[in-house]
């Protein structure tokens, strides 16, 4: 066996991503690493009897994206793999358009392969995503202003969602399928410059590793210092909550005498894990913290609307979540 597969082995079995009899739907573009993705995943059901159901989105962006998903009908069938092909016109879903044409595609994507996790009672939902996403992905949060757990990167394991992956370099997965003849799509937008990821991967990343050969090693040294800060302060974040929280009627409570003491690294954290904690789906932004620790320690109001289900409420000792 190959030496990079043994290593993509040894991580799966370190993360705990595959278990036996594992559901996995496979996200499959037709592209090189999520065809290599599938038979990587292929030598899983003979060793660990997992059930595989792949999954390609037709984005209806380009023309010939009819040859991706035909390539991967004829590789679903060769390998005796069930596939399910949707086009993004044919989902239930309405998403608002931020500008990135990424991020609606990652959208589709995800809603597609939750809703198909969810009809089958999946395990887990596979990812091609390979040690160079990782760089890109680093980088472009960078340049974003990514908070420290936003600059952590992906995780092998995030949810539903797992990344076998994580640690393989790109080289290692395209000399694999070309020593191999297995065939895979080429997408042409992976060239664009209307991308900032590939733009990153075209010059800013070859300029670094051009300024010091060491990037490659040293970048994922980091990223893992970063991870295990990370986690750290997870932890810290959970003590602190519990010995600043009560169990009220509805929703939990938070002592605002001591939460004014905080750090105020501390108190973004808090918040943040406060209503996750209480399930509050909102978009969790920088500038939508600040003005909860506005109200918090300066308003003289008693409630403030955060969101239109929710509202942040305040008494003379505690600070709580309603319904409006």
């Known amino acids: 066996m190959d030496q990079f597969l043994i290593e993509i082995d040894n991580f799966i079995q370190k993360n705990r991503l595959i278990g036996t009899g594992d559901t996995i739907i496979a996200?499959?573009?037709?592209?090189?690493?999520?065809v290599f993705l599938l038979h990587l995943l292929e030598r899983y059901r003979k060793t660990h009897a997992i059930n595989i159901i792949a999954a390609h989105l037709?984005?209806?962006?380009?023309?010939?994206?009819?040859?991706d998903t035909d390539l991967s009908k004829d590789l679903c069938l060769a390998l005796g793999i069930p596939l399910v092909v949707k086009k993004a016109s044919e989902l239930q879903i309405s998403i608002k358009n931020n500008g990135s044409k990424e991020e609606v595609a990652r959208k589709l994507r995800r809603f597609f392969?939750?809703?198909?996790?969810a009809e089958h009672s999946a395990h887990s939902i596979a990812l091609g995503h390979h040690a160079n996403d990782q760089q890109e992905t680093f980088f472009m949060r960078l340049i974003r202003g990514a908070t420290l757990s936003g600059l952590t990167c992906m995780k092998p394991k995030d949810g539903l969602y797992i990344r076998p992956l994580l640690q393989t370099p790109k080289p290692d997965i395209i000399s694999y399928l070309e020593t191999n003849n297995i065939l895979y799509a080429y997408d042409s937008t992976n060239e664009s410059d209307a991308f900032l990821r590939n733009r990153i991967r075209t010059s800013v990343i070859p300029a670094i590793c051009l300024a010091d050969s060491r990037f490659e090693k040293q970048f994922?040294?980091?990223?893992?210092?970063?991870?295990?800060?990370e986690s750290f302060l997870d932890d810290m974040t959970e003590v602190v909550f519990e010995n600043l929280t009560r169990k009220g009627n509805e929703s939990w409570q938070v002592d605002l005498e001591q939460f004014r003491h905080l750090h105020p690294f501390m108190k973004k954290r808090l918040l943040v894990h406060w209503l996750i904690v209480e399930e509050a789906s909102m978009v969790l932004?920088?500038?939508?913290?600040?003005?909860?620790?506005r109200f918090l320690e300066s308003s003289d109001k008693k409630s403030h609307a955060l969101?239109?289900?929710?509202l942040i409420n305040r008494t003379e000792n505690w600070f709580f979540l309603s319904k409006p």
């Open 27 to 34: 996200g499959l573009s037709g592209g090189p690493d999520s």
């Open 307 to 310: 969101h239109h289900a929710w």
């Open 285 to 293: 932004t920088e500038q939508f913290l600040d003005e909860i620790i």
């Open 220 to 229: 994922s040294r980091t990223l893992n210092h970063l991870q295990e800060t």
């Open 58 to 67: 037709n984005h209806e962006w380009r023309e010939d994206a009819q040859k």
């Open 113 to 117: 392969f939750e809703q198909l996790a």
